[in-house]
């Protein structure tokens, strides 16, 4: 029964240790690698959505079956617009999965440092 007690302990210390020094190589390598993957995935689907092909493909197609000159000029000026802006909106898409990429890296370093930060200012033992 000493045994079997004695592994059970032994298998909760290594796991515990063993899971609290592999989570920032985790985080760091794995962890990150999936973030990138997610966003670039996030990313195509977006573009997906937007259809650019479409809208530059059809660039020069008049709307509404409007074949005169002013028809054309009024489809093309409306699809240059509907793309400018359908751009700007994956490129703010871009710069928050950007940012969310940089609060990853950033998080375990800053709660690491708020931690550290708390133990040494003794602020812990004055809320209790």
């Given at each position: 029964?000493?045994s079997?007690t004695?592994?059970?302990?032994k ?7 063993g899971s609290?020094a ?17 966003v670039r995935r ?6 997906a959505?937007?259809?650019?092909r479409?809208?530059i ?10 074949y005169?000159w ?13 793309l ?17 990429i ?10 690491a440092?708020?931690?550290?930060w708390?133990?040494t200012?003794?602020a ?5």
């Open positions: 029964m000493h079997r004695g592994a059970v302990a298998l909760l210390i290594v796991d515990l240790f609290v592999w989570f920032p190589v985790w985080w760091y390598t794995k962890g990150l690698e999936r973030v990138f993957v997610w996030s990313l195509q689907y977006r573009a959505s937007y259809a650019f479409i809208w493909k059809n660039m020069l197609v008049p709307m509404y079956g409007q005169d002013t028809g054309r000029l009024v489809s093309v000026f409306m699809r240059i617009i509907v400018i802006g359908r751009s700007v909106a994956f490129v703010a898409e871009a710069l928050v999965y950007g940012i969310g940089i609060a990853w890296i950033a998080a375990p370093i800053i709660f440092l708020l931690a550290a708390n133990i200012s003794g812990f033992l004055r809320n209790v």
